[in-house]
């Protein structure tokens, strides 16, 4: 129902600020404004977006964890997905979306919703991992156990 809510307010919305927009400025510009908000996104996006694959690089490099880096560079493909789209809405939370610091927020508002759980592969199949799960490997000696110290202390 959020999606269908959301469908239909943005174009409501979108189609509103053009109405105010056009009447206060004019036709020219309020389509100019539009044009110019599309082609300073695009090259925003492609500045951030490098930066967040090289954010994703390091991460590997580093052996980190690459969640963050993953979601800023969704948020960056989504915000350009927006200002590529015509509207003044749009374009005002796909600008939103390039700053570092709304980003930071909208993830951490997602992280509050959102619960990830791990998940391996083993021979039964896919499981969930635990924190509290250690995974070894052992071997069986048929050697008999011996007399004495077990050299693990000195006596």
Do not use: C
């Amino acid at each position: 129902m959020w999606l269908f809510l959301l469908f239909l307010a943005v174009p409501l919305i979108e189609i509103a600020l053009f109405i105010q927009v056009g009447g206060l400025i004019g036709l020219g510009p309020t389509l100019l404004i539009v044009v110019l908000t599309a082609i300073a996104g695009t090259a925003l996006v492609r500045s951030q977006g490098a930066q967040a694959l090289q954010g994703l690089r390091n991460s590997f490099d580093e052996l980190r964890d690459p969640t963050e880096p993953l979601a800023h560079g969704a948020m960056i493909l989504f915000s350009g997905a927006l200002l590529l789209t015509p509207g003044f809405f749009t374009d005002a939370v796909g600008f939103a979306l390039l700053i570092p610091g709304f980003r930071n927020l909208v993830l951490r508002e997602l992280r509050k919703r959102i619960e990830v759980q791990s998940m391996v592969r083993t021979e039964r199949g896919w499981q969930e991992t635990r924190d509290d799960v250690i995974d070894g490997d052992y071997t069986v000696e048929d050697t008999p156990p011996r007399s004495g110290p077990s050299g693990w202390t000195q006596h």
